[in-house]
């Protein structure tokens, strides 16, 4: 007998789900901006972890009335979202990485903005005895040899990149080795992981500087060219992702270079930290930093 | 332990002056984990009742599906709504990747099997008759189904609990498909994992003490409610 | 029956999964009769009681109310709007009594005032106006009966279907709840079928008697004939082995000795009663002496000449049911029946006590 089913219940249930979902459907399409106001920007968590963006998106969004989402990750990480599309502007410190980006037609207008320097931080037992050497590599190898321990990053991002790099540089492949230790965090996590198991690691300047107070880490080598961290900016190609904002990432990418921003880079931090975290690099060429 | 200590200091500090930013953090952070324990209890609670009340092939798989479903961890959860809602795949139109929309329906997702899986239970404890005993009293499905539901309210108000208790100290997907943006997305969890990053330890504890005593705060008061039903 | 059929199945197979749980050609509740369903565990009684509440589908066959078919939403609807069902188990929401009984009032959407009105006074006609505020779950068992039974009669039902519940409770609130229920029943003439256990409770609540076995009714009848003609050997054993006859009371000696009118012969009984009263009176077979002739040594009050209708074997003993004039049941042993040559169809001498019959007063 048909009329005993509980088929009128669920018929029932399911109409008001369905009323229900697009009630909420109503209130995501009345509350959703614009399109063309929303930018993804994709960025390295050394910008974030730094407070920098905390200044600068809120000047950007009040000038232009674009609403920035910041997507703080690695570089690595954030050059994967552009590649995909799913980031317009890209603020990222991987320079290999993102020549091999920009050369496979992902991003457009790959300019320079700004840089810092790595250092090598460590206990300031320094077991390996690497404090004041003007090598990276020297350095690195002195930490091999002494099997000293090392954290890395392992997260595949700008900084992770660089100290790939320096490895390759001091002939030594540290993978597997008992000394050589990866986190997979943050920059300010890993720095936090090296200073409890008084380890050494590679870390931006930037990053360092505003959590030294709790570390307890010193910099023990600096100032190498090898040891550079420079930012680009680049928009994600719209030929290839029709639906990336490309005016909002031209004006953000424009906004960055500015001469009024590059002012603000240039001061931002000594009030804090005694000394300018980055340094604004503008309409210069890469060979010619650090010089 | 100074940190500790600095951590507990900073939490009463920022509580007390009323700081706008930890303000704004928490209040969204109660914004989307209500919102997206309201919507869980509407399709958890029917849903869940409706498989307890009917017979169907397949109920029993069903079942298992949904108590697997309570342990749905966060980040798978945030991996496929990211992908889902990404520009480019196949709900990308809505556009709320990164908003807190986007928030509401992960940490939803999260939270209806478990609400669906408790209510389940609880409808299915009920005496098996006394859903006769209601219809034969007169009572139209929907009266019979409403009935059953209050009758199930001590257990259901646990629903709720454990549910907002779920999504509200859930981060792995609230970090991905929020993206942590100040000011927007950015809720207690994920504010947390931030500060802690920064090592801005004591800002991280704070927050910490902070969403304690939120959820502390709304399980007290459910758990009132229910006390109070049970004296009656 | 002559009355106006209440409910009606024609018919009717119910299956649960695949095994027939109900088998049942033709039941009918007259308008203001009230029928007691009785019957072994899992005979089907409770089955039967939902089926007619119309709250379990039917796999072959038809169900009436009130002359109607029940066989779609509107005439379901009726149905379950007229009928009450009274389960085993009090099943009371986690609510105040009043909640409780107003229950069916509210789901008829019917004025506040009008169920507080309903309310008070089923409320009072059970007795328990004073338990109007209590929680459900506070309740003692007798209360928590007594709410059940007020909510279904709160709706004023043309049908009530009570499945037989007075076990668990303690014997004085059992009498005391059955004495209420007899009074309601008779009061309202409200049509009743009731699931009972109790041969005893049956006489007091219903006039007509169904006896279940596996799904199928075995027989059906006033429980006078049901009773005392049991049609086969699982009716007779399942309806006891208790004569339960109707009588009226002749006369009452000083002494307390009371004569008792049955289909015209005359039983001596103890008991307080008054000329002219119904009762109903009741004989256990194992208080009933055969012997061959008079031999003048018989000391029994009542002494009845009676003929063997039928000898059933029953475990060490016999089941003889008598004819003196009214059906009597007596049990013998084996070497008894040999030394009186029993068999059916020879006339014997049946005596008993006037202490040994059990009077009990009738209403209908």
């Given at each position: 007998?048909?009329?005993?089913?509980?088929?009128?219940?669920?018929?029932?249930?399911?109409?008001?789900?369905?009323?229900?979902?697009?009630?909420?459907?109503?209130?995501?399409?009345?509350?959703?901006?614009?399109?063309?106001?929303?930018?993804?920007?994709?960025t390295t968590t050394s910008t974030q972890d730094?407070?920098?963006?905390?200044?600068?998106?809120?000047?950007?969004?009040?000038?232009?009335?674009?609403?920035?989402?910041?997507?703080?990750?690695?570089?690595g990480q954030a050059m994967a979202m552009g590649q995909k599309g799913e980031a317009d502007v890209l603020l990222v410190h991987s320079p290999d990485a993102e020549k091999k980006f920009m050369d496979e037609g992902n991003g457009l207008n790959r300019r320079l903005v700004m840089h810092n320097d790595f250092i090598i931080v460590g206990p300031g037992s320094d077991p390996a005895k690497i404090k004041a050497m003007k090598s990276s590599a020297d350095a690195l190898k002195s930490i091999a040899k002494?099997?000293?321990?090392?954290?890395?990053?392992?997260?595949?991002?700008?900084?992770?990149a660089k100290e790939k790099t320096l490895w390759k540089r001091a002939q030594i492949n540290p993978e597997g080795q008992k000394w050589y230790q990866q986190t997979g965090l943050g920059m300010g996590q890993t720095l936090n992981v090296a200073a409890e198991k008084k380890g050494y690691t590679l870390a931006d300047r930037g990053?360092?500087?505003?959590?030294?107070?709790?570390?307890?880490?010193?910099?023990?080598?600096?100032?190498?060219?090898?040891?550079?961290?420079?930012?680009?900016?680049m928009e994600v190609n719209v030929a290839k992702w029709p639906k990336v904002n490309i005016s909002g990432a031209k004006a953000f990418a424009d906004f960055m270079v500015s001469k009024r921003i590059q002012a603000i880079i240039k001061t931002f931090g000594t009030d804090k930290y005694g000394s300018p975290l980055f340094f604004p690099d503008a309409g210069k060429k890469v060979e010619d930093l650090g010089k | 332990m100074e940190l500790i200590v600095q951590g507990i200091i900073k939490a009463f500090e920022l509580i007390i002056s009323f700081d706008p930013e930890v303000l704004g953090i928490t209040w969204l952070s109660l914004k989307i984990s209500g919102t997206a324990t309201f919507i869980s209890l509407l399709i958890g609670?029917?849903?869940?009742?409706?498989?307890?009340?009917?017979?169907?092939?397949?109920?029993?798989?069903?079942?298992?599906?949904?108590?697997?479903?309570?342990?749905?961890?966060?980040?798978?959860?945030?991996?496929?709504?990211?992908?889902?809602?990404?520009?480019?795949?196949?709900?990308?139109?809505?556009?709320?990747?990164?908003?807190?929309?986007?928030?509401?329906?992960?940490?939803?997702?999260?939270?209806?099997?478990?609400?669906?899986?408790?209510?389940?239970?609880?409808?299915?404890?009920?005496?098996?008759?006394?859903?006769?005993?209601?219809?034969?009293?007169?009572?139209?499905?929907?009266?019979?189904?409403?009935?059953l539901i209050k009758e199930a309210k001590?257990?259901?108000?646990?629903?709720?609990?454990?549910?907002?208790?779920?999504?509200?100290?859930?981060?792995?997907?609230?970090?991905?498909?929020?993206?942590?943006?100040?000011?927007?997305?950015?809720?207690?969890?994920?504010?947390t994992v931030m500060e802690t990053g920064k090592g801005n330890f004591d800002i991280a504890i704070a927050l910490g003490i902070i969403l304690l005593i939120l959820a502390f705060l709304v399980n007290f008061l459910l758990t009132q409610i229910q006390q109070r039903q049970q004296a009656r | 029956m002559t009355e106006k059929s209440i409910i009606e199945v024609k018919n009717l197979i119910v299956q649960r999964g695949k095994?027939?749980?109900?088998?049942?050609?033709?039941?009918?509740?007259?308008?203001?009769?009230?029928?007691?369903?009785?019957?072994?565990?899992?005979?089907?009684?409770?089955?039967?009681?939902?089926?007619?509440?119309?709250?379990?589908?039917?796999?072959?066959?038809?169900?009436?109310?009130?002359?109607?078919?029940?066989?779609?939403?509107?005439?379901?609807?009726?149905?379950?709007?007229?009928?009450?069902?009274?389960f085993q188990e009090p099943l009371l929401l986690n609510d105040t009594v009043y909640n409780n009984v107003a229950l069916g009032l509210k789901f008829r959407h019917v004025s506040s005032g009008e169920i507080s009105r309903s309310v008070d006074e089923v409320l009072n006609y059970f007795g328990i106006t004073h338990l109007v505020k209590r929680s459900a779950k506070t309740l003692s068992g007798g209360e928590a009966k007594r709410v059940s039974l007020a909510r279904a009669f709160a709706i004023k039902p043309r049908l009530i279907l009570l499945d037989e519940s007075f076990n668990a409770l303690d014997p004085p609130s059992r009498e005391a709840i059955i004495s209420d229920l007899q009074n309601i029943l008779e009061q309202t003439k409200i049509t009743a079928v009731l699931a009972l256990h109790d041969r005893e409770d049956t006489l007091r609540l219903a006039q007509d008697v169904a006896v279940m076995?596996?799904?199928?009714?075995?027989?059906?009848?006033?429980?006078?004939?049901?009773?005392?003609?049991?049609?086969?050997?699982?009716?007779?054993?399942?309806?006891?082995?208790?004569?339960?006859?109707?009588?009226?009371?002749?006369?009452?000696?000083?002494?307390?000795?009371?004569?008792?009118?049955?289909?015209?012969?005359?039983?001596?009984?103890?008991?307080?009663?008054?000329?002219?009263?119904?009762?109903?009176?009741?004989?256990?077979?194992?208080?009933?002496?055969?012997?061959?002739n008079i031999q003048g040594k018989i000391s029994a009050r009542n002494v009845f000449d009676a003929r063997v209708n039928k000898m059933i074997r029953q475990g060490f003993l016999y089941k003889l049911i008598l004819d003196c004039g009214f059906p009597l049941v007596a049990y013998i042993t084996p070497p008894s029946c040999e030394d009186l040559g029993l068999k059916e169809g020879v006339r014997v001498m049946a005596s008993f006590k006037a202490t040994a019959v059990h009077l009990m007063k009738r209403e209908k």
């Open positions: 007998m048909k009329i005993f089913r509980s088929s009128k219940v669920i018929e029932t249930l399911m109409i008001a789900a369905l009323l229900f979902a697009l009630g909420t459907a109503n209130v995501f399409a009345a509350k959703q901006e614009p399109k063309q106001k929303n930018i993804i920007l994709a730094t407070g920098l963006l905390d200044v600068l998106i809120p000047l950007f969004e009040k000038e232009t009335g674009y609403f920035v989402k910041t997507i703080a990750v690695g570089s002494a099997n000293a321990l090392f954290m890395s990053r392992g997260d595949n991002s700008g900084t992770n990053t360092y500087l505003a959590l030294k107070k709790n570390l307890g880490l010193d910099i023990l080598v600096e100032g190498d060219a090898a040891l550079l961290n420079i930012y680009h900016v | 609670v029917s849903t869940g009742t409706a498989v307890a009340l009917t017979n169907f092939r397949g109920k029993k798989l069903v079942i298992s599906l949904i108590n697997t479903g309570m342990g749905l961890p966060p980040v798978v959860v945030g991996l496929f709504v990211t992908i889902m809602i990404w520009r480019n795949g196949p709900l990308g139109f809505l556009e709320i990747l990164y908003t807190p929309y986007a928030m509401i329906v992960a940490q939803a997702i999260i939270a209806t099997p478990i609400v669906m899986g408790i209510s389940l239970a609880a409808i299915q404890n009920l005496s098996p008759n006394l859903r006769l005993q209601i219809l034969s009293l007169g009572a139209g499905s929907l009266q019979m189904v409403w009935v001590l257990p259901l108000l646990a629903a709720v609990m454990a549910g907002f208790g779920g999504v509200i100290s859930e981060v792995g997907a609230s970090i991905m498909v929020g993206g942590n943006i100040k000011g927007y997305s950015r809720v207690l969890t994920t504010a | 095994v027939t749980v109900l088998d049942i050609r033709e039941l009918s509740v007259g308008q203001g009769r009230s029928l007691s369903l009785i019957g072994p565990n899992g005979a089907g009684k409770s089955t039967l009681l939902l089926t007619l509440a119309g709250l379990l589908p039917l796999n072959k066959g038809l169900l009436l109310f009130a002359g109607k078919p029940v066989n779609d939403r509107t005439s379901l609807a009726m149905l379950r709007r007229n009928a009450a069902v009274v076995s596996a799904g199928k009714i075995a027989q059906y009848g006033t429980t006078a004939q049901v009773f005392n003609h049991p049609d086969n050997e699982f009716v007779a054993n399942f309806v006891g082995t208790e004569s339960i006859l109707e009588g009226i009371v002749k006369t009452v000696s000083p002494d307390g000795m009371v004569m008792v009118a049955i289909d015209g012969k005359i039983v001596e009984a103890v008991g307080r009663f008054c000329a002219g009263q119904k009762v109903y009176c009741c004989m256990r077979p194992e208080n009933v002496t055969i012997s061959n």
